[in-house]
């Protein structure tokens, strides 16, 4: 079949199935083929439009196609800049760093140094554990059950879900898994602040007992909320306690803001809702302005990396570069994180009260616009944290209920019982209105099934 005659979503998608890999996730779930796309708004080849919440997996804090971000790009293009520089500097390239620099915490950004890095936050994570077992001399990684950090070898080695993990052999050795405070499924059976002390409390036990096993960290990586793991969202005074446990004992503190970074949770970065200065943190996704762009952003002491220590090809992202420093400009100019935490209240005043009239609504949780829904099977006994069993067949109805209805969002976390809302940070009190307008439709449709 040629392209150009495909006319329909089942063309496409059949065309997609027979060329693509057996790997390919998105298009299970969501079975459309886009035609145009603009702000939060999608359209497929038959002309159906869509409001996207999923954004990119978070990637398109702007949304589609803004005009801010297609005005850097197409300048790139004008005054024929190259596209591709390997990490050979340019002046659009300075403008991105000065930018990224300017909008560090103070007390962070005198002391910052970023190492570009492949396109992918994986790549980026990759290269952040590798800076710290430099730093270090160590290779002990401390991690966290739920989170997710990539798909490469390294990065699945350290991320929770077991599923990737299964069929392949020679994972990362030295890593170890701590309990992240999961308030709803607390591992400790207590939640609340409870469960979040006793978490922070057998970390610090862990790490002084010379009976542990584990050797001294080269690093401990997390989200502060996790994303794929369900929009779990960190206490803030566990990611203190976090930061005291490391600082006092001299383990380099690395936090994941590949999802999280750049507006999404109410702060330019999430690590300043606590108030705290990781020792390296990573970037990739929104930071492009919807190109491909990953970096680690980390504290000059850990510099020790000798020349060409990591590299990639494609680290001097031109075109990425320009549409990040405009979408960094625009997200800070037009206040956009403070926005998505005035939108994540509003979603998260309906969705609480949706609750109390659907019981297999176990939790609703989130910080900013990164909000998760976690569906349960009340017909299923509780667990010892009184929390029911995750229903991810709800879910799946609930997210294809959403799809016919016009809504696209995702599913993720424990079982792929939580439905996920990752909308760009610049939806409307209106638009997130007609959001939950929709789920509550499709909600209800898919109880009465």
Known sequence: MNIQTATSNAQLLSQQEERESNARSYPRRIPLAIEEAEGIYITDVEGKSYIDCLAGAGTLALGHNHPVVIEAMEKVLHDRLPLHTLDLTTEVKERFVDELFASLPEGFRDRAKVQFCGPTGGDAVEAALKLAKTATGRQSILTFQGGYHGSTNGTMSISGNLAPKEKVQGLMPDTHFLPYPYDYRCPFGKGGDEGAQISATYIEQLLDDPESGILPPA???FETVQGEGGAIPAPIGWLKEMRRITKERG????IDEVQTGIGRTGELFSFEHAGIIPDAFVLSKAIGGSLPLSMVVYDRDLDAWEPGAHIGTFRGNQMAMAAGTATLEYIKQHQLPAHAAKMGERFMRSLNEMQKQYPVIGDVRGRGLMIGIELVDTGRNPSVSGSHPGDPALASRI?????DRGLILEVGGRHGAVVR????????????????SIFRQSLQAAVSE
């Open 421 to 436: 809302l990752l909308p760009p940070l610049t939806i409307s009190e209106t638009q997130v209105d007609e959001v939950l």
């Open 219 to 221: 690093a401990m990586i």
């Open 399 to 403: 997210q294809k209920e959403c799809f």
């Open 251 to 254: 383990i380099p503190l690395i």
